[in-house]
């Protein structure tokens, strides 16, 4: 089944672009970044930033706003049954060169997991004037790391 990112997500001076691979289901049929109750995203951030977690959307995205986080996707669409990152295929990438070049104030691009660098990595070349940095899933799928885990590994963003 084919499957679209979303638009991303742009505080006007990014500092750091978080890159995704492809939203899963949830995300797609809410029309909502990171979605599933499960994934840690939310969770990791607001802890991180020390704010009170919130399953408010809007609230979401004013906290990347507020730290000058950029959010989107590897992928602009492929073909995946379900929601595992696995399952990606016939990708068609977003055009992050595009908008890495659009907001020079980015200095950090990091890796929501092993798929979207290794998606990155196949359709780009890595600039040198940029930091890559590749932090564990927060997907329920990566259940191997507890929150406290992945909170020790995102702590970098607060660069």
């Not at 500092?15 to 909502?32: F, N, T, Y």
């Not at 979207?116 to 990595?121: D, I, N, T, V």
Request: charged residues 20%; proline residues 7%; neutral net charge.
């Amino acid at each position: 089944m084919l499957k679209q990112s979303f638009a991303p997500i742009i505080p006007n001076q990014p500092r750091i672009l978080i890159l995704g691979s492809l939203p899963g289901d949830l995300s797609i049929a809410k029309d909502q970044y990171y979605a599933h109750p499960q994934n840690r995203f939310w969770k990791v951030l607001f802890a991180l930033f020390e704010q009170e977690f919130t399953s408010d959307y809007s609230e979401r995205i004013k906290l990347l706003h507020q730290q000058q986080i950029a959010l989107w996707d590897v992928c602009a669409s492929a073909i995946r049954p379900g929601s595992m990152d696995t399952d990606i295929s016939e990708v068609i990438p977003n055009t992050i060169p595009q908008l890495l070049a659009e907001k020079p104030a980015i200095s950090n691009v990091i890796f929501n997991g092993q798929k979207a660098q290794k998606l990155f990595e196949k359709y780009f070349k890595k600039q040198e004037n940029l930091n890559y940095i590749t932090l564990p899933s927060t997907s329920p799928a990566n259940a191997q790391f507890s929150i406290e885990k992945l909170l020790q590994h995102w702590e970098i963003i607060k660069i």
